[in-house]
């Protein structure tokens, strides 16, 4: 059983920067990517941004230009700088993990980020 656990949320005004990590522990497994995605309350989840085993990078239309992710799939990290915060960018921002071998999807709990305008 894989963990995923975000850290790295808070409260922060527009304009300014965040970085969230996201690491993991428990039996081994491997990854085909590892991804980024937010919520708030009454809306649908989506996606921010993921990061391949391989290390290609994809990003929402509107982290494009503002955040970055990084780290490294094989040894289960993730980050993501976020700059040029927004109000809009207020979510509970998740780690997801897509794995191979054995196949299966996790998630973590989330991490609250709150942009104040």
């Known amino acids: 059983q894989v963990r995923l656990v975000e850290s790295g949320g808070g409260l922060v005004q527009a304009g300014g920067s965040l970085t969230l990590d996201c690491t993991a522990s428990g039996e081994i497994v491997v990854f085909n990517a590892m991804s980024w995605y937010r919520q708030t309350p009454g809306k649908a989840r989506e996606l921010v941004a993921t990061?391949?085993?391989?290390?290609?990078?994809n990003y929402a239309d509107s982290a494009k230009g503002r955040f970055t992710i990084s780290g490294d799939v094989a040894a289960y990290t993730m980050h993501l700088q976020m700059n040029s915060l927004k109000p809009e960018d207020t979510a509970l921002y998740f780690c997801h993990a897509d794995a191979y071998s054995p196949r299966g999807l996790y998630w973590g709990r989330g991490t609250q980020v709150t942009v104040s305008s």
């Open positions: 990061l391949s085993s391989g290390g290609r990078t």
